[in-house]
Nanobody, 127 residues
Framework: QVQLVESGGGLVQLGGSLRLSCAAS????????MAWFRQAPGKEREFVAA????????????NYADSVKGRFTISRDNAKNTVYLQMNSLKPEDTAVYYC????????????????WGQGTQVTVSS
């Protein structure tokens, strides 16, 4: 049984930083994709960042939503089967529940491209 467990959320002030972690168990995703999505109150869940294996380039590639480019960094540690999201220069509009997602294949950046999901961790940015 695959489990994704997020941690690292919390309350932070405007301009602060947080690092989210997502530890996977049950399967390894080293040749697939791991990503972060978020859902703010009253809004739909949206893509934040993805870290995907590319067979053609024989390397990992990172993708980011425009709203977080330059502030957030996604990375992974395959030995720990864990993906991270370093979030800097946080803004109140970053307040949301952040979800980790993973898939054994590298596909796209939409919710339907990920078969496995965590329970979410709350990030609140105060002004």
């Amino acid at each position: 049984q695959v489990q994704l467990v997020e941690s690292g959320g919390g309350l932070v002030q405007l301009g602060g930083s947080l690092r989210l972690s997502c530890a996977a168990s049950g399967r390894t995703f080293s040749s697939g994709a791991m990503a972060w999505f978020r859902q703010a109150p009253g809004k739909e869940r949206e893509f934040v960042a993805a870290h995907r294996w590319n067979n053609y380039g024989n390397a990992y590639y990172a993708n980011y939503a425009d709203s977080v480019k330059g502030r957030f960094t996604i990375s992974r540690d395959n030995a720990k089967n864990t993906v991270y999201l370093q979030m800097n220069s946080l803004k109140p509009e970053d307040t949301a529940v952040y979800y980790c997602a993973a898939d054994l294949r590298s596909r796209g950046l939409g919710e339907l491209d990920y078969n496995y999901w965590g329970q979410g961790t709350q990030v609140t940015v105060s002004s």
